[in-house]
Every structure is written in C-alpha cells, then in structure tokens.
T-cell receptor, first 113, second 113 residues
Framework: GENVEQHPSTLSVQEGDSAVIKCTYS??????FPWYKQELGKGPQLIID?????GEKKDQRIAVTLNKTAKHFSLHITETQPEDSAVYFC????????????FGKGTKLSVKP | KAGVTQTPRYLIKTRGQQVTLSCSPISGHRSVSWYQQTPGQGLQFLFEYFSETQRNKGNFPGRFSGRQFSNSRSEMNVSTLELGDSALYLC????????????FGPGTRLTVT
C-alpha cells in the first residue's frame, strides 16, 4: 500500500528565514498531494495542495513542488513568521476513486523571533 | 460558511464501554471521512461515507463503525473500548467522493481509562 515518508521531524528556523519540508511517496497511482498545518488543540488546516499534472504551485509565502518521476514533493515557506510555528503534515491520496489520504508523520516547525 | 463541527469535543470513557461521535460537514459537502490521530501512529484513515454509503474503509477492527445520514451528517461508533482507542478522532468533509480537498473539524479527544 501507499507509504508517505516526511522529513525532518523537527525544524527550527529564525524569523524571516525559509523552511523546507520534504515528503516521498511509494504509490505511483497517487495524484493528489495536500499539505496541512495543525496548531495545538485544533484540527489540521489545508494550506496548499498540488495535483500530479502540475509541477509547482505557489500561494503567497507558501509553495509546493512535485517531482512525479522521483515520487517526492516539498513544502517551501519563505519569510517565516512566529505564527507559522505548528506541525505540518504532507499527504497523498490512493488514486482512483478512493478518497482516503495517507499522511506523513509530521514536522514540528518552530520559528524563533 | 461554517466549518466542520464535531461533538463532543472531549470524552472520557471506561474500558468496555461504547462511544458515539458526531460530525456535521460543511454545508453542501456530501463526503465525510474519519481519521484517528495518535502520537505513535499519526493520522490514520478509518472510513469514508458518501451519499449514506461507506465507500472506503481503513485497516481498523470491526469495533469501529460509522454511518451517514441523508443530510450528510455522520456518526462513528466504537464498541468495547480499549485503552489503545484513546486518540483524537477527526472528521473531514469534502464536496465529492474520491480525490478532493478535505477540510477537517477540530476533533473529538477520547480518553479511555
């Protein structure tokens, strides 16, 4: 079955620096790759997603890149701010009509002011 | 639009009891998925419902069940609770079944003693 590996598990950056989180997946049938941000005591919040027919997508300070050949995708956050501190999860779908997502283990991002 | 709501937010139960959790999806969304989140296993898919039918099921024992009503609201039930069932149970709604943006609720924190 699908397996999603996420690195690093923790990441500490200075405010204003960039942060990069990387994920790899195993199932070539996966077509949809969302990223979620989870703050303490809250549910995961969808922050950006990308589909397999696109290589890169950007939304203000957040960008996601996808390399289908290598089966990896990355989240890039530029000009980090303290409010970016949270746990970030990558995920991949199972392809076809199956709606369930397979999640990475998460990256705890700390942005130091 | 109101987001995904889940009730109750917190629950404490004893081993052997059963529990029912409720989820109201975003208005207009017809697909509801349930996930279990634990520190050790991360986010794991339980099942997905669309048009009152279970469409996909994760690798959980039969003690975990669910249903969806005609208004798209969903409930999940766990019978014969075990200590290992302590977790955050998250509900996610999406407009369509299959690959699509999933929006999570705040979760129900279940503690089994």
């Amino acid at each position: 079955g699908e397996n999603v590996e996420q690195h690093p598990s923790t990441l500490s950056v200075q405010e204003g620096d960039s942060a990069v989180i990387k994920c790899t997946y195993s199932d070539s049938a996966s077509n949809y790759f969302p990223w979620y941000k989870q703050e303490l005591g809250k549910g995961p919040q969808l922050i950006i997603d990308i589909r397999s027919n696109v290589g890169e997508k950007k939304d203000q300070r957040i960008a996601v890149t996808l390399n289908k050949t290598a089966k990896h995708f990355s989240l890039h956050i530029t000009e980090t701010q303290p409010e970016d501190s949270a746990v970030y999860f990558c995920a991949a779908d199972l392809g076809g009509s199956q709606g369930n997502l397979i999640f990475g283990k998460g990256t705890k991002l700390s942005v130091k002011p | 639009k109101a987001g995904v709501t889940q009730t109750p937010r917190y629950l404490i139960k004893t081993r052997g009891q059963q529990v029912t959790l409720s989820c109201s999806p975003i208005s207009g969304h017809r697909s509801v998925s349930w996930y279990q989140q634990t520190p050790g296993q991360g986010l794991q898919f339980l099942f997905e419902y669309f048009s009152e039918t279970q469409r996909n099921k994760g690798n959980f024992p039969g003690r975990f069940s669910g249903r969806q009503f005609s208004n798209s609201r969903s409930e999940m039930n766990v019978s014969t609770l075990e200590l290992g069932d302590s977790a955050l149970y998250l509900c996610a709604s999406s407009f369509q079944q299959g690959t699509g943006e999933q929006y999570f609720g705040p979760g129900t924190r279940l503690t089994v003693t």
